[in-house]
């Protein structure tokens, strides 16, 4: 009699740190726009910029960007100065 083998799939875990989305607030109501599951030594350029590129699809124009404290850098904002985008973000 031969052996029957059965192999089990290997699973690969993904560890996400957070989530971080993208809203706008339009007559009081929160719709969010974006999602984003953040691994762990992603850049927060990176970040941005996918969730700025979701807008892009959308064919929604940014008039200002309110960011959270945590987005306080300087390649953040840099990357925001090159991309001309008007924003507030929060320092301590």
């Known amino acids: 009699m031969g052996d029957n083998v ?3 799939p290997k699973m690969e875990l993904v560890l996400f740190m957070d989530m971080r989305w993208l809203y706008v607030i339009k007559k009081g109501k929160r719709v969010i ?23 892009s699809s959308l064919n929604i124009r940014v ?14 904002i840099r990357w925001l100065k090159v991309l001309d985008i008007p924003f507030i973000i929060p320092t301590q």
């Open 33 to 55: 726009l974006a999602i984003r599951a953040i691994r762990r030594k992603e850049t927060k350029v990176c970040i941005l910029t996918y969730l700025l590129s979701e807008l």
């Open 6 to 8: 059965v192999h089990k």
């Open 63 to 76: 008039e200002k960007l309110y960011l959270d404290r945590e987005f306080f850098s300087m390649p953040i």
